[in-house]
């Protein structure tokens, strides 16, 4: 069985902040797997926003970097995501991933207005 469950999102205004998690059912050790968010806006293509690899190095997307930080508890089996300073342009669906894997989360909307 191999689950990923992301809450957190929800409706914020420009400037403000969130703090995305995922919660991760899967066999192995999930200290083994890289992991990351991915966001979906209306009309686009998914796009990787963060990457925390299995020794815990980080990577971000261009856009979000300075305002994103990536996480994981390993002894938890979670990841999180706290964004800051939000922009109308990070209005998406965010996607939790296992890397190396087909399994994906059913995603958290995340809706910043203007």
């Known amino acids: 069985q191999v689950q990923l469950v992301e809450s957190g999102g929800g409706l914020v205004q420009t400037g403000e902040s969130l703090r995305l998690s995922c919660a991760a059912s899967?066999?192995?050790?999930?200290?083994?797997?890289?992991m990351g968010w991915y966001r979906q806006a209306p009309g686009m293509q998914r796009d990787l926003v963060a990457l925390i690899a299995r020794n815990g190095g980080t990577s971000y997307a261009d856009s979000v970097k300075g305002r994103f930080t990536i996480s994981r508890d390993n002894v938890n089996r979670t990841i999180h995501l706290q964004m800051y300073s939000l922009k109308p342009e990070d209005t998406a669906i965010y996607y939790c991933?296992?890397?190396?894997?087909?399994?994906w989360g059913q995603g958290t909307q995340v809706t910043v207005s203007s």
């Open positions: 899967l066999r192995g050790m999930f200290s083994a797997y890289d």
């Open positions: 991933h296992i890397g190396g894997t087909q399994y």
